[in-house]
């Protein structure tokens, strides 16, 4: 089998993930089907629903790109991780501003509005059915 680059990988997130934007029902499918579990820390969960749009496109987006590494990783020629890393540390960084920014939009009527989030992937087990 052919090893695939860095480059293949970014390319497929940038057609697959960066490009188009599926409508919103078909990201919450795909995001309840990527078994996203989010916890608040600090704060009020409530306070997503006025940005829901915008947060589950970021969920959307963040599960379609583990997905595609997931699937890739394995075919990806040694000489390329660090570029494939670099990559993903930058797309981590833009997405985590992306967050941050809808948080900062959300119109408060209180002045010290803080919501820490716990976002994680729940693991299927081997002996579970995949969606």
Same mark, same amino acid.
């Given at each position: 089998?052919?090893?695939? #680059?860095?480059?293949?990988i ?19 499918? %795909? ?10 820390i600090?704060?009020d969960i409530?306070? $997503? ?16 790109? +583990?997905e595609?590494i997931?699937? #890739?990783?394995?075919?990806l020629?040694? %000489?390329? !991780?660090?570029? $494939?890393?670099?990559? &993903? ?9 992306? $967050?941050?920014r809808? &948080?900062? !939009?959300?119109? #408060? ?7 820490? $989030?716990?976002?994680?992937?729940? &693991? &299927?087990? +081997?002996?579970?059915p995949?969606?």
């Open positions: 089998m052919r090893k695939i #680059s860095a480059l293949d970014i390319r497929k997130i940038v057609t697959e993930v960066e490009q188009p934007k599926p409508a919103f029902k078909i990201m919450l499918r %795909d995001i309840q089907m990527m078994r996203f579990k989010i916890r608040p600090i704060g409530s306070s $997503l629903n006025e940005m829901n749009d915008e947060v589950i496109a970021l969920l959307w987006k963040i599960g379609r790109i +583990d595609i997931h699937a #890739s990783f394995k075919d020629a040694e %000489d390329d !991780q660090d570029q $494939l890393l670099e990559y &993903l540390q930058h797309m981590e960084l833009q997405t985590e501003n992306d $967050l941050r809808v &948080l900062r !939009q959300k119109p #408060s009527t209180k002045t010290n509005n803080l919501l820490k $989030l716990e976002v994680f992937r729940e &693991l &299927l087990s +081997d002996t579970e995949k969606n």
